[in-house]
């Protein structure tokens, strides 16, 4: 009997991320969501508040973002999936930039200089991602966005081919969910300060 390789497994763990997302998207995202809605009168100035002091979320994007998140909370995730979904592609430039690394390509045939897509970043710095980011998140951007058999979510989104209930779907609410996430971590060292609002 021959040892399993990755390959040969891959079917089986995207079906075992896919039943995943799906318990975790109705159990928890989803009754958060409306918990928070309807707790919380939430506006884009909700989410800014928070994420401006992001160190994933670009100076010039918050606004942006804070739209998304909106959305999606409210019960758009049309509007917030299609929000947020390219800018978790300029976020993870935005962060990898900030450790020094170089997300840009240059045509030497023309002579522009480009950023690099997110599909490039992952299939050409891979390593420098997982130091970074740490490989679970590295692997969940990667099973829900970019890998195929998967959702390909960033695909789907950017070349226009997700129906129209697709965003209403598992995988799109995890998706918004992880980027909220994402946004998110860099302030838990200081969630004590924001309960306390001492955060200014």
């Known amino acids: 009997m021959s040892t399993p390789t990755d390959e040969s497994l ?7 991320e896919r039943i995943r997302r799906q318990i975790f998207a109705a159990g928890d995202i989803q009754t958060a969501r409306r918990l928070i809605n309807e ?18 979320v670009p100076e010039e994007l918050v606004r942006t973002y804070s739209r998304g998140f909106r959305r999606f909370f409210q019960g758009d995730p049309v509007s917030g999936l299609y929000i947020l ?15 020094g690394h170089d997300v840009s390509t240059f045509d030497a045939s023309d002579k522009t200089q480009q950023d690099m897509t997110i599909s490039r970043l992952f ?5 420098e991602l997982v130091e970074v980011f740490g490989d679970d998140i590295v692997t969940d951007i990667e099973n829900v ?3 195929q058999p998967g959702p390909t979510i960033r ?5 226009g081919l997700m129906s129209d209930g697709a965003p209403f779907g598992a995988d799109s609410a995890y998706a918004c969910w992880l980027i909220f996430r994402l946004c998110l971590i860099p302030l838990f060292p ?11």
């Open 10 to 16: 891959r079917p089986s763990i995207v079906q075992s």
């Open 39 to 56: 707790c919380y009168y939430l506006t884009d100035e909700t989410f800014s508040a928070l994420l401006k002091y992001s160190g994933f």
């Open 85 to 99: 979904t390219p800018l978790l592609e300029a976020s993870i430039r935005h962060v990898m930039k900030g450790h």
């Open 123 to 127: 299939d050409g710095m891979r390593t």
């Open 145 to 147: 966005f970019l890998s």
């Open 155 to 159: 695909h789907e989104v950017a070349h």
């Open 190 to 200: 200081y969630r004590q300060q924001f309960d306390e609002g001492l955060w200014q």
